[in-house]
């Protein structure tokens, strides 16, 4: 499995120079190969390798593995460009990609040797405590990011092999929803009503910082900046590592399968929730937080899990009424 961490690049004065140039010169490198590939009308890295390798050793000084790099991703974002038919990408020098070859960490050490133009530039990271636990782990590629405060940030791959459920353990179903973010077959609830309370109060504050438009109201907006995502965030991690924590070792996760459910029609009251209901990121989390501690995620069709008792299997409308056996709904 694969996992990203964030380390703070501490860099020495004299370092962070050669880095500013270095990204200066990959986005140029990268803008200029775009425009090759519009020009040639090509975007298989190979044959466009021919036509802008020596290009840009020589009008951008870059070394040989980032003339590479930059070509290699140049022609990626072309072509997802035309697929999507979304206008020609360009580079802004926010970062830099550094594969196997052109970069290498050490995360027991807290170093990596990154190349420059000015030739390999070995620097120390700042890993945060909890990172530090993947440090056994093994390093793949990485991403140099200089980010809106000024510190360049360090984004590794890290890569371990995926512990496998056999499906032995507990199996527990959860059901996904508005009212209640997930309801489990053992009887949890996670109502959603204090957490979309609080998403509707973001929305109306935006709104009307947004519409008084003075320097303070923009000054607000900028404080509050992400605020409403990182809410979000911590909600679906709380849920996800106790659903999993629930399941134990070689336990099964039973989700519906919500593919497509924001194209289906909705009554215009629900187009809002619909629209901020993060259930896929919920999804993603216990997929990943299961292939850590060996917990599968399995799919269901959605359709009457919100009605269907777990107990005696009995189909009616709303959820937690009593059915005639005497159980009541639950996921």
Not at 69 to 78: E, F, G, L, P
Request: charge should be positive; aromatic fraction near 8%.
């Amino acid at each position: 499995m694969l996992k990203t961490i964030q380390t703070v690049v501490e860099e020495l004065p004299g370092q962070r120079a050669m880095l500013d140039d270095t990204l200066s010169a990959m986005s140029d490198a990268m803008n200029f190969a775009v425009s090759s590939c519009y020009e040639h009308e090509e975007t298989n890295a190979f044959r466009m390798h021919h036509f802008n390798y020596s290009a840009l050793r020589s009008k951008f000084s870059l070394p040989a593995q980032l003339a590479v790099v930059a070509n290699k991703y140049a022609c990626s974002s072309v072509k997802g460009a035309i697929k999507r038919k979304a206008p020609r990408p360009k580079f802004s020098g926010k970062s830099i990609h550094y594969d196997a070859r052109s970069s290498k960490v050490d995360l027991v050490k807290k170093t990596a040797s990154l190349l420059t133009k000015g030739g390999r530039l070995k620097v120390k990271l700042n890993i945060p405590e909890y990172f530090r636990k993947f440090s056994d782990w093994k390093t793949k590629e990485s991403n140099l990011v200089k980010c809106r405060d000024g510190k360049f940030r360090l984004m590794i791959a890290i890569e371990r092999p995926t512990i496998k459920s056999n499906g032995t353990g507990k199996v527990i179903g959860v059901d996904r929803g508005i009212n209640n973010i997930i309801a489990t077959s053992e009887g949890w609830l996670y109502e959603g009503h204090d957490v979309f309370s609080r998403k509707q109060r973001y929305v109306l504050l935006r709104a009307g910082l947004q519409s008084k438009g003075t320097r303070s109201a923009k000054r607000h907006l900028v404080r509050m900046r992400g605020g409403e995502k990182r809410f979000m965030r911590d909600v679906n991690h709380c849920i996800s590592r106790t659903l999993i924590g629930s399941a134990g070792l070689n336990g099964v996760l039973v989700l519906e399968n919500l593919k497509g459910i924001r194209a289906a029609r909705h009554r215009h009251g629900q187009n809002w929730l619909f629209s901020n209901w993060a259930f896929y990121q919920l999804e993603s989390f216990l997929a990943y937080k299961g292939e850590e501690t060996g917990v599968a995620v399995e799919f269901v069709p959605a359709r009457d899990t919100s009605k269907t008792c777990s107990i005696c299997g009995s189909i009616k409308k709303g959820q937690g009424k009593a059915l005639p056996s005497g159980a009541k709904h639950a996921a």
